[in-house]
């Protein structure tokens, strides 16, 4: 959905998508009666909404306050990981110079993976919960460098340096067959829960 709005509001012009109040929070007991509230979600949901809205393009983002009606975690321990994981990433990932990309993905399930990237240079993968699928580089690059941003724990991987896979694909244009080939980077997070890949072009490096 928020794609689809980022297509509505560029065909307008450069205008910034805010998303304020992120609902979600964990069920609370109240006596023998399990209270929940359904409309807003649960804590997890909160959470993945937030990396979402941050992985596609939005200006801000924010944890609606929590109260007696669970609709939101606020600033709980929760939340400052998330806001704490957020930091370690941008201290390495450019993000006001890329743009959502889903379309750089290959071989996932629905709502396995998403994607930001600055194409050439870096590109994030945001994993909700583990999981795999493949990067499009479009860029001709024999090495990439690949992180693990462990998002629960904030903290990174070591790096390590992976090399980027070329395939020959068949292309079929109107009554017309021609070749073209496809770089990829096979990724499969090292456990399940939340994590970032970030891929930065080896050259870029040097």
Known sequence: MLMSFREI????????INNEKIYGSN???????????KYAGTKDEAIQRFWRDIIGGCAS??????????????????ARIQLKS?????????IYQCDPNNNLLNNQ???EAYCIANIGQQYAVYFPNGGSTDLITWIYSEEVQLEWLNISESNWLKPEIVKVEWDKREIFW????????????P???????????LITHYSSNK
């Open 187 to 197: 990724l499969q997070t090292p456990n399940l829960g939340s994590w970032i890949a």
């Open 9 to 16: 509001i560029n065909s307008k012009g450069n205008v910034p």
């Open 86 to 94: 957020m930091s370690k990433l941008i201290e390495k990932f450019d």
């Open 61 to 78: 983002a924010r944890f609606h306050r929590p109260d007696n009606m669970y609709w939101g975690i606020g600033l709980s321990k929760d």
């Open 109 to 111: 399930k629905e709502n």
């Open 27 to 37: 069920s609370e007991h109240s006596g023998p009666v399990l209270t929940f509230n």
């Open 174 to 185: 109107e009554s017309d067959m021609s070749f073209t080939v496809q770089g990829r980077v």
